[in-house]
């Protein structure tokens, strides 16, 4: 039954989003941030590294105390909530288009200063005009077809001085998009390049302060996934099931990474 969930999950968007919130609080015993893992030291957890992920994209954000943040694809919410825990007068904003992403963040995700709504990146149609002061973005634009759109929403609701930050996978200059055809019609993948990257932020009066590419510590994220699963009360069936899931996705991210696609993450500032 469960083997037919997991091979489900490769299906369609929303069943692979639910996929990986079942894995892993199977695994976990509760949800974890959506994204990739950002490797740092030798040794550390899973967790771990999906937290160094958040903290790099943060470094260059300043202070966030008082500000009001907007995560564009906030997912389940657990960067909103790692952020509200890192800074407690940091008021929060979590948009996304998944309802049961956002259940998860309602119920669980929660502080008296956060709060998610159901909302298009691409529209916006809840934020107002010039009402954040940091925009961050973290692994959601490459399911936006219209990404211009979307970089239009960020000069909209940004202040002027804003700073914002989007770490999305974009598609390397030599790659012509035709790895994993059947993948990304059903993930709903729109992957563009870096060039397009430099036009959506020119036409829509952003400027890139840094831009960086972090394929490398990501790739090295993955590094000792084998331990990531403890086999502790699991009876060997599940423990074999959840090793052979892990194991196929990493595969799949990473030949992505490795031959079609980098991690690139773009700070920028309101002009
Ligand atoms: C890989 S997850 C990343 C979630 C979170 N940012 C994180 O780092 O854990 C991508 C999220 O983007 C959301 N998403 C996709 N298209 C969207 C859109 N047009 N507007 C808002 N959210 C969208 C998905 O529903 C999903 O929750």
Redesign the pocket.
């Known amino acids: 039954m469960k083997l037919f969930r997991y091979i489900q999950g490769a299906g369609s ?1 929303k069943r692979y ?1 639910r996929l990986l919130n079942d894995l892993y609080r199977t695994v976990y015993g509760r949800e974890l ?3 990739f893992p950002f490797y740092l030291e030798e040794n550390e957890s899973f967790i771990q590294r ?1 937290y160094n ?2 903290d790099h994209c943060l470094e260059n954000l300043g202070d966030l105390s008082d500000q009001v943040l907007l ?6 919410g ?2 909103c909530k790692y952020i509200s825990v890192l800074n407690e007068s940091v008021t929060i904003i979590g ?4 309802e049961e ?1 956002l259940e998860i963040a309602n119920a669980h995700m929660g502080s008296s200063r956060t709060q998610f709504i159901h ?4 529209k916006l149609d809840h934020i107002e005009d010039s009402s954040v002061d940091v925009l961050i ?4 634009a ?3 077809p219209d990404k211009d759109a ?1 970089f239009r929403q960020i000069s909209r609701v940004m202040k002027p001085g804003g700073k914002f930050l989007v770490a999305d996978i974009l598609r390397r200059k030599e790659d012509r998009g035709r790895s994993l055809w059947w993948w990304k019609r059903t993930m ?1 993948l729109h992957h563009t390049n870096e060039n397009d990257y430099q036009d959506y932020a020119t036409r829509n009066k952003l400027k890139y302060l840094a831009t960086s590419d972090i394929t490398p510590e990501i790739v090295k994220g993955y590094e000792g996934h084998r331990s990531w699963i403890p086999r502790e009360n699991r009876n060997w069936g599940s423990f074999v099931l959840l090793r052979f899931t892990l194991a196929i996705l990493v595969r799949l991210y990473l030949k992505e990474l490795r031959i079609h696609k980098k991690y690139m993450v773009f700070n920028g500032v309101h002009a």
């Open positions: 968007f989003y941030m959506l994204h999906q992920l958040v995560e564009v694809g906030c997912g389940n657990a960067n948009i996304d288009l998944n992403n909302d298009d990146a691409q973005c973290i692994e959601s490459l399911h936006y979307f709903l």
